[in-house]
């Protein structure tokens, strides 16, 4: 599990997780894992919640390691205050 901080462009990093080709998931408080790739009703509500500060930290498990960094690209690229952990 790895757990990003301080994403600023929700719509850019939810592109960047469609681009993924392993599942990009998300724990649920229920402890189901939800696959946010192409998921439109997670990203409305993350949207919502998030819309004017952007999203403070965000664990998730990223099955495929091109994607883990791909994602981790993006955030280095597109935010400098973007920072990631991660979590055996």
Not at 60 to 82: A, F, T
Request: glycine letters at 2%; aromatic letters at 6%.
């Amino acid at each position: 599990m790895v757990t990003f901080y301080n994403i600023k462009d929700i719509d850019k990093f939810f592109k960047t997780i469609d681009s993924c080709k392993g599942r990009v998931l998300l724990k649920s408080s229920d402890n189901q894992m939800i696959d946010l790739r192409k998921n439109v009703i997670v990203r409305e509500l993350l949207d919502m919640i998030y819309e004017t500060q952007g999203i403070d930290k965000l664990a998730l498990v990223i099955e495929d390691n091109q994607d883990m960094l791909k994602i981790m690209r993006y955030l280095m690229e597109c935010n400098s205050n973007s920072s990631l952990k991660q979590i055996s």
